[in-house]
């Protein structure tokens, strides 16, 4: 598994962002992926995550209803669109990927991670 998101950028409050993450190996479809972001001096918390079909969902309750993440797994990418975007938002955005269940939230159950993109998000 290698993962690359792409994406990020600046963008003023109320606006949106689409990023992708693609993985260049073989075997996308057969995890779970999700998620993450860390503001400066910050931990690294939970975003969203999807099962391997894409039938199933999960959210941070900050993110509900604003974000939404989705996944092609003939192209080896999963997305996640961002609206209504808040200063509060502004961090790195990494996806990453695991073999358990999509209701997993904690960084340290994900074996595979992205470098990260930026997002900033002006006020």
């Known amino acids: 598994v290698q993962l690359e998101e792409s994406g990020g950028g600046l963008v003023q409050a109320g606006g949106s962002l689409r990023l992708s993450c693609t993985d260049s190996?073989?075997?996308?479809?057969?995890?779970?992926m999700g998620w993450f972001r860390q503001a400066p001096g910050k931990e690294r918390e939970f975003v969203a995550s999807i099962s391997r079909s894409g039938s199933i969902t999960h959210y941070a309750d900050v993110m509900k209803g604003r974000f939404t993440t989705s996944r092609d797994n003939a192209k080896n990418t999963v997305y996640l669109q961002m609206n209504s975007l808040k200063p509060e938002d502004t961090a790195v955005y990494y996806c990453?990927?695991?073999?358990?269940?999509?209701?997993?939230?904690?960084?340290?159950?994900?074996?595979?991670w992205g470098q990260g993109t930026q997002v900033t998000v002006s006020s």
């Open positions: 190996g073989r075997t996308f479809r057969s995890y779970t």
């Open positions: 990453a990927a695991t073999g358990l269940y999509p209701g997993v939230t904690s960084p340290d159950s994900y074996a595979y």
